[in-house]
């Protein structure tokens, strides 16, 4: 899986890992971007918000975390970071909690991914992950739009250089 390879000469600025989204020309809305950084200026995320709501807040927010990335550790109950960087968008401050998980498999450009769905105790938010093969972890955190497998086809990297100061 080309796609899932980790760049050699990364800058501070941007992450050292590609990043697999949506590529906003596919998407109708409005995309915005945030990185994670780390004290020593590594990036340890990136965090893409989806708006189709036109400013009304996202429809979805689509995170990379790397191996050792704290927004990757969460207790055993609570939801995904994506899920609460969603909530705090659409300005909803009540304490949603994930309630379980199922195991799916998904194919992803002629490739196997074994995709975790998360379910949570708001019904409107819609929670998956999976992690690549270079040890990302992808989160996609959904509001009132159930995850389907079509969303999967959409996923591919985006230029390193949409990350870059």
């Not at 990036?43 to 996202?58: E, I, N, S």
């Not at 207790?75 to 195991?103: C, K, M, N, Y």
Request: net charge negative.
């Amino acid at each position: 899986m080309s796609f899932l390879r980790r760049r050699s000469a990364a800058s501070p600025a941007g992450p050292d890992f590609d990043v697999l989204a949506m590529d906003p020309g596919d998407w109708p809305g409005v995309l915005g971007a945030g990185l994670l950084p780390a004290p020593d200026g590594s990036c340890q995320g990136v965090v893409l918000r989806y708006d189709l709501f036109g400013g009304r807040g996202p429809a979805m927010v689509i995170g990379n975390l790397p191996e050792g990335s704290p927004a990757r550790d969460v207790e055993e109950d609570d939801v995904p970071f994506e899920v609460h960087q969603l909530l705090a968008a659409l300005e909803i401050d009540e304490d949603v909690r994930a309630t379980g998980s199922e195991d799916v498999p998904v194919m992803h450009d002629g490739n196997l991914l074994i995709v975790r769905r998360i379910t949570c105790t708001e019904g409107r938010v819609s929670c998956v992950q999976f992690d690549r093969d270079d040890g990302v972890l992808v989160t996609i955190a959904s509001w009132d739009r159930p995850i389907t497998d079509d969303l999967y086809a959409l996923l591919k990297p985006l230029p390193a250089e949409m990350f870059q100061r």
